[in-house]
């Protein structure tokens, strides 16, 4: 089984971000979140399904996003520097003020944390992808199989809260690109104690995913993106699962070769032939001297092979490689994990200015190959 990116991630802690100036109007390629404070958007403000693509107000929308994990207590630093990268999109990951804890899962400090980073996108023209799989985590930490419980009291919990910067209720706020349930969850077949079954995984998402667009149709929701996809033996049903006709978007991260040779391909073959859009939900170039293998896709030992790694991947999401399998149609688009700026410390997975060529790989609207 692979090793999973967030390992090294997670053991490290916040670390400062620069300030950066750069005004958002000298950026291009946003869009803005249209309903003004209090008010209910019109359906065409927000990103929605198209085809194979996203699109908004008619144009399509590539994702160009990354995650913000332990960066939220500075949201206007790290807006900005998403600004400065040319991203579009913020991802809000495992953004719990108390690590894999469930009484924090609902809590106001948590949220009011999250509505800051989501106001500061907002005003920044920027949109953000909310992904839940801290309550997931949360539940498995409490010894709870997560694809057993009923989440829709957490789903309305969010579909219904009022963001206390803005006034805006979720639900209702085109910031929000789309929502992500579990990306990475743990494969059945793989000895997790709180994994479940396969039967479970996949009534998990066929009932989570027709809950929150019960909740909130306005906003497109995705399983999240899966790993273990290379292994016939995982356990997950993938294609029944993102067959769902409530699923938005067929998922799928690069941590590993495989990943990139075998998952990438026939999940963007069978959603091309299902005429739905795919996303590379997460891939990472990591500082790491000791790779976890010769198959090992996160981490790399010097700024010039980490900006490689990130170009090839923007290159998978435009559909193209230049050796080797190429997905069967574009992306989406892609999120990166992890968007952040501070001194170069071995096993870090932030992208930002203290890794120069990765940063200006990231910047690059269409890279060559």
């Given at each position: ?158 579909a219904n809260r009022v963001n206390t910067v803005t006034g805006v209720t979720y639900k209702n706020d085109p910031t929000i690109a789309m929502v992500q349930l579990y ?48 292994y016939s033996n995982s356990g997950i049903d993938w294609q029944t699962i993102m067959a769902d006709p409530n699923n938005a978007a067929c998922g799928v991260e690069v ?115």
């Amino acid at each position: 089984m692979k090793t999973k990116r967030r390992l090294l991630g997670r053991l490290l802690t916040a670390m400062a971000l620069l300030t950066l100036s750069l005004p958002a109007a000298l950026l291009p390629g946003t869009a803005n979140a249209a309903s003004a404070p209090g008010g209910t958007a019109a359906a065409g403000d927000f990103v929605r399904v198209c085809g194979t693509r996203l699109c908004l107000h008619g144009h399509p929308f590539e994702v160009r996003g990354a995650t913000a994990y332990s960066h939220y207590d500075d949201p206007r630093a790290e807006v900005t520097l998403a600004r400065r990268a040319h991203l579009n999109v913020i991802e809000l990951v495992e953004f719990d003020t108390r690590y894999h804890d469930l009484s924090d899962t609902m809590s106001e400090a948590t949220w009011t944390r999250v509505d800051k980073v989501v106001a500061a996108a907002r005003a920044a023209g920027m949109h953000v992808i909310l992904h839940f799989a801290e309550y997931g985590q949360s539940l498995a930490a409490n010894g709870t199989t997560p694809t057993t419980v009923d989440w829709k009291s957490y789903l309305r919990f969010v579909a219904n809260r009022v963001n206390t910067v803005t006034g805006v209720t979720y639900k209702n706020d085109p910031t929000i690109a789309m929502v992500q349930l579990y990306g990475e969850i743990d494969a059945p077949n793989f000895g997790v104690p709180t994994a479940g079954t396969t039967e479970q995984m996949t009534a998990f998402f066929a009932r989570t995913l027709a809950q929150w667009h019960e909740l909130a149709p306005n906003i497109p929701a995705s399983s999240g993106g899966f790993s273990y996809l290379n292994y016939s033996n995982s356990g997950i049903d993938w294609q029944t699962i993102m067959a769902d006709p409530n699923n938005a978007a067929c998922g799928v991260e690069v941590n590993s070769t495989a990943d990139r040779d075998v998952s990438v391909p026939n999940v963007s073959s069978y959603c091309k032939s299902l005429g739905k859009p795919w996303f590379l939900a997460a891939w990472s170039s990591c500082y790491n001297h000791n790779p976890w293998g010769p198959e090992d896709l996160d981490h790399f030992p010097d700024d010039a092979t980490m900006a490689a790694h990130a170009r090839e991947m923007k290159l998978v999401a435009l559909g193209r490689r230049a050796d080797g399998p190429a997905p069967a149609m574009p992306a989406i688009g892609s999120d990166f994990w992890n968007l952040g700026a501070g001194p170069v410390v071995e096993g870090t997975c932030d992208i930002g200015p203290q890794f120069p060529q990765t940063f200006a790989a990231v910047r690059e609207p269409h890279p060559a190959g």
